[in-house]
């Protein structure tokens, strides 16, 4: 391949790379647009929903301060009389009906049946606890689904009635706030309950085509090309008067000009992009071509040369490159014409040398005890001979020196490959380490109902110890505390297995029991390594401090009361994880009170071994519970460090057998 060639191929390459870094560069900068828009847009949604919503609401005030302004409305009101009420709605065009203003007008009283013209209700107008805010003077507006139809927007007044205090009710249909929002955004707006299914829309033949492309539930926002239209799809939850999930907002936006407009310009960089590339290489190509051609002729040159034609010149005589290559050449021949006259000289000099190698020689065949004679009376044939047997015998020890100093290099090289991976494999366990105690969570649960503190103590650079602790729901905090059987490497990939399951699995499945049975299915079904985890896993109710928990053959945690008594938990029974498929296990529970704490370990805490052999054991570590709770500092870090603290102590310098891992956890009930 051409110099030129090669060169064009590199800026090509370049230029290549340098498109792709921007491209994605640009693609990047697009995306994080397309967020900041997302949220702008969801955030105007919201804005123009409310607007529309507070719209309906000074609407409907408006037709009950008509409605009050009425005396024989008012009248009707206090003696109950439902023609008095009819005529004064008609005289105000305020009856509802199908193609009237309002949809429906109720007259509910707290202690009697609720009077209504308009639409039937196949269930209560407002939930018990709205009526009751009404009845107390208390202004109730908003959007209320009624049935699995009726999509009301409504607002009460409490009136003075005969008997207890009566609410009246005006109602519009919610098509009516939707048009107003499709006005202001000349979109098309469609309100879903929360099964996704269509309530009211502005425009009924779009959303039947847009449907089967949208996330029916949810916020989101997405671009969708539909019957050669470009749409831009935006959805929100909105909620009811009561503040509860009534269903989704959805607005469909017409942005065909833009979409069109934005991919032109698109074509338009990509083209003008591809044709500057393409001439700056043509012109690369043909700029190299022209200058190198002279340095052609300067290599056609130095091939005369080296097949022996020393007439041969250059024509160049430039002070470039190539110039300097003309210099070269010319020089290289006059190297050559002195070849010539210096090989008589080395001739000679190679005479002076073999006599002088055969002085050598003699010497050495003397100190090796090898005859050796360069009797002018000898042929040179048997001059060889002698000096072959010499060099022979020389050559023999030569390479048995060879030999052993090969051996000894060979084991020095093994040596050496042995300690770098040995160094390799260290600095793997040492990142295995940081990776295993990165995953496990660092701050405590933010809630100001319970405080909790970790920690774990690894006897190798890596274990098999883990704790967790996550929110299922905003009531409920799963923890953990789990053994697995081994060590090493093995027993740290199957811990971070068990605790990713684990945890995914409680997302789904809240009740302990059937957690657990989950989790031991799932570990059980392929464990040709027969090994298993000790685990206890247990759900706290931050509103009650009651918990459930399974004890799946680990060490019983310890109940530590405000009172000061130490006590451990009862067992459940269960065997540990992933023994066996289709294990039954069986809950236990406690109530904590506020200040109860509860202290979960593993082995390696009661394990713990002296200089002497003896084991620290369970009634050390219950003393140890018992001091801690005597001092005034009762957080579960203070908890965690003295038994800790004792534990060290213990072992007075002897090597740590196990994992040391503990949780202290302290329930702190409903702050006042």
Same mark, same amino acid.
């Given at each position: 391949? /051409? ?38 847009? #969801? ?9 529309? &919503? ?63 013209? +308009? ?31 009726? $999509? ?8 003075? +009635? ?5 609410? &009246? ?46 996330? /029916? ?11 050669? =239209? ?18 989704? &907002? ?52 130095? #091939? ?41 000289? =080395?001739?000679?000099?190679? =005479? ?101 503190? !970790? ?6 650079? $890596?274990?098999?110890?883990? *704790?967790? *602790? ?44 059937? !957690? ?61 994880? %992933? ?21 979960? *370990? ?11 052999? #003896? ?5 050390? /570590? ?39 891992? !503990?949780? %202290? ?8």
């Amino acid at each position: 391949m /051409l110099l030129r060639t090669r060169i064009t191929g590199i800026a090509a390459a370049g230029l290549l790379f340098s498109a792709l870094g921007l491209l994605g560069g640009s693609l990047l900068h697009e995306q994080l647009l397309r967020q900041r828009l997302a949220a702008t847009a #969801q955030s105007a949604q919201a804005a123009l929903w409310a607007e529309a &919503l507070a719209a309906e609401d000074r609407t409907l005030d408006e037709s009950i301060d008509k409605l009050l302004l009425v005396p024989q409305f008012q009248r009707g009101v206090r003696l109950g009389e439902r023609d008095d009420l009819d005529v004064a709605m008609a005289r105000e065009g305020l009856r509802p009906g199908p193609d009237q203003p309002l949809a429906l007008v109720a007259l509910l009283g707290m202690g009697s049946a609720p009077m209504l013209w +308009g639409q039937t209700l196949d269930s209560p107008l407002l939930d018990a606890d709205s009526l009751e805010r009404a009845s107390v003077g208390d202004a109730v507006d908003g959007l209320r689904l009624v049935g699995s139809s009726k $999509v009301l927007v409504l607002a009460t007044r409490r009136l003075a +009635g005969q008997g207890d205090a009566a609410v &009246l009710v005006l109602a519009r249909d919610a098509r009516h706030a939707l048009a107003q929002m499709a006005q202001r955004t000349g979109a098309a707006v469609a309100l879903l309950d929360l099964h996704g299914r269509l309530l009211r829309t502005t425009d009924t033949a779009l959303w039947q085509a847009a449907a089967p492309h949208v996330a /029916l539930r949810g916020a989101q926002y997405a671009e969708l090309e539909l019957n050669a =239209r470009s749409y831009t799809v935006s959805s929100m939850p909105v909620n009811d008067l009561a503040g509860h999930a009534a269903g989704t &907002l959805v607005t469909l936006t017409d942005h065909t000009q833009d979409a069109e407009a934005s991919r032109f310009l698109e074509r338009l960089a990509l083209g003008g992009t591809a044709a500057l590339v393409l001439a700056v290489l043509l012109g690369l190509n043909w700029y190299l071509r022209r200058s190198l051609q002279p340095l052609e002729k300067s290599i056609d040159a130095l #091939q005369a040369l080296a097949q022996g034609d020393a007439s041969v010149h250059l024509p160049y005589s430039g002070n470039d490159e190539i110039g300097r290559i003309a210099q070269a050449v010319a020089t290289f021949r006059r190297n050559a014409q002195e070849l010539a006259a210096t090989r008589a000289l =080395r001739e000679r000099v190679r =005479r002076r040398q073999e006599r002088l190698l055969r002085t050598k020689l003699q010497a050495l065949a003397q100190a090796t005890h090898q005859p050796l004679d360069f009797e002018a009376g000898r042929s040179d044939e048997e001059q060889l001979r002698q000096l072959a047997g010499v060099m022979n015998e020389l050559s023999g020890r030569l390479i048995d020196q060879h030999q052993r100093l090969t051996g000894m290099v060979q084991e020095l090289r093994e040596a050496l490959i042995t300690k770098n991976r040995l160094a390799g494999l260290e600095q793997e366990l040492q990142i295995a380490a940081q990776v295993q105690l990165s995953i496990l969570p660092r701050q405590p649960p933010q809630d100001a109902r319970v405080q909790l503190h !970790c920690h774990i103590t690894p006897a190798r650079e $890596v274990g098999g110890d883990f *704790y967790d *602790y996550f929110f299922i729901d905003h009531a409920h905090l799963g923890f953990v505390i789990a053994d697995v059987s081994g060590k090493g490497v093995p027993a740290a990939l199957f811990m971070t297995i068990t605790r990713t399951l684990l945890k995914a699995t409680a997302q789904f499945i809240a009740e302990p029991t059937r !957690c657990v049975a989950q989790l031991n299915d799932l570990l059980a079904a392929e464990n040709d390594q027969m090994m298993f985890v000790t685990l206890f896993y247990g759900v706290l109710h931050l509103e009650s401090g009651h918990v459930r928990y399974v004890n799946a053959g680990h060490n019983p945690p310890y109940l530590l009361r405000g009172d000061g008594s130490v006590a451990p938990l009862a067992r459940t029974g269960g065997v540990a994880v %992933a023994v066996s498929e289709g294990f039954v296990y069986r809950h236990g529970s406690v109530d904590l009170q506020a200040g109860d704490q509860l202290f979960l *370990y593993t082995d390696g805490v009661t394990e713990a071994f002296d200089p002497d052999g #003896q084991e620290y054991g369970d009634a050390r /570590l219950a003393q140890a519970l018992h001091a801690a709770l005597a001092a005034t500092d009762h957080a579960p870090a203070h908890i965690a460090a003295q038994v800790l603290a004792d534990v060290h102590a213990f072992e007075r310098g002897a090597p740590q057998a196990d994992d040391i891992t !503990c949780v %202290a956890l302290r329930y702190l009930g409903l702050q006042k």
